[in-house]
């Protein structure tokens, strides 16, 4: 049965991104969320799909493991941690509507 349900976008972007990173659809993730709030059923455990690069840790949280000469292996912690607020930053002025 077809529903439309008014959700917050943060939400639908992370039950899109752990659909992606468990090889279902959002149709099939949303049920087994639904069922699982509904006491009908535990949720499948998270598993990448064949070939994918994704790990689920201990956790049950992602790791995406790069290939070995991949840049990101030869940069420190800080050089990453500056280049992921460089590139927050740019978004966040882009959608502000600034030019760098």
């Keep these: ?14 039950m899109k991104l752990r659909a992606l990173m468990q090889g279902r659809t959002l149709r099939d993730l949303a ?5 699982q709030g509904l006491g009908m059923g535990a949720l499948r455990p998270a598993t990448p799909p064949p070939g994918s690069r994704v790990e689920i840790g ?13 840049p990101s292996r030869s940069m420190t912690a800080e050089a990453l941690i500056k280049l ?15 030019s760098l």
């Excluded at 049920?31 to 069922?35: E, H, I, K, P, S």
């Excluded at 992921?84 to 600034?98: A, I």
């Design 1 to 14: 049965m077809k529903t439309t349900l008014d959700l917050p976008d943060e939400l639908v972007r992370e």
């Design 31 to 35: 049920a087994d969320f639904l069922r």
């Design 58 to 70: 201990a956790d049950g949280l992602p790791i995406i493991r790069g290939s070995d000469d991949a």
């Design 84 to 98: 992921e607020q460089d590139l927050l930053t740019q978004e966040d002025m882009q959608r502000g509507g600034l």
